[in-house]
């Protein structure tokens, strides 16, 4: 059986910076990425151990719940399993720090499986698509460990 487990939870915010600046000062959580837009917060308690656990976002269509696996192997696992259900997919990103497949519940919440890549460098992410057709958990980590810094 394939096992996630929580990464992190993306919410929609109507302003996403009073959102996080107020979970910021109550929780203690670190601002740990920011669209230069505005258009998103990212924030963490545990920077060394996860990207971020909490995201806030102004856009509705993209409030998610990220659950990640240890593994390129488990990525692909999840994306033969969701095949195999007929199991509409979404996007399949490449953010840099993650590599991740999206698809909705059946009461259409949106779910994204991740793979961390360890590329800490990405921070915010980026949204590049991923193909995962025809991949190996060999294939993705060299993909990982040849893509460039983000000029910043």
């Given at each position: 059986?394939?096992?996630a487990?929580?990464?992190?939870?993306?919410?929609?915010?109507?302003?996403?910076?009073?959102?996080?600046a107020?979970y910021?000062?109550?929780?203690?959580?670190?601002?740990?990425?920011?669209?230069?837009?505005?258009?998103?917060?990212?924030?963490?308690?545990?920077?060394?151990?996860?990207?971020?656990?909490?995201?806030?976002?102004?856009?509705?269509?993209?409030?998610?719940?990220?659950?990640?696996?240890?593994?390129?192997?488990?990525?692909l696992?999840?994306?033969?399993?969701?095949?195999?259900?007929?199991?509409?997919?979404?996007?399949?990103?490449?953010?840099?720090?993650?590599?991740?497949l999206?698809?909705?519940?059946?009461?259409e919440?949106?779910?994204?499986?991740?793979?961390?890549?360890?590329?800490?460098?990405?921070?915010?992410?980026?949204?590049?698509?991923?193909?995962?057709?025809?991949?190996?958990?060999?294939?993705?980590?060299r993909?990982?460990?040849e893509?460039?810094?983000?000029?910043?």
């Amino acid at each position: 059986m394939l096992k996630a487990q929580l990464g992190h939870v993306t919410l929609y915010a109507d302003n996403p910076d009073l959102l996080g600046a107020f979970y910021r000062e109550l929780f203690g959580m670190e601002i740990v990425g920011r669209a230069a837009s505005g258009s998103s917060i990212f924030l963490g308690g545990r920077p060394q151990e996860e990207n971020h656990e909490v995201a806030f976002i102004h856009n509705r269509k993209a409030a998610h719940l990220g659950l990640k696996v240890d593994s390129p192997a488990e990525l692909l696992a999840y994306y033969q399993e969701i095949k195999a259900r007929g199991i509409n997919m979404g996007p399949l990103m490449n953010h840099g720090f993650a590599l991740s497949l999206f698809f909705q519940d059946p009461e259409e919440n949106v779910i994204e499986i991740y793979w961390p890549t360890g590329r800490e460098d990405f921070a915010p992410p980026v949204f590049t698509p991923l193909d995962l057709e025809g991949q190996t958990e060999e294939s993705l980590r060299r993909l990982v460990a040849e893509m460039p810094s983000p000029a910043r």
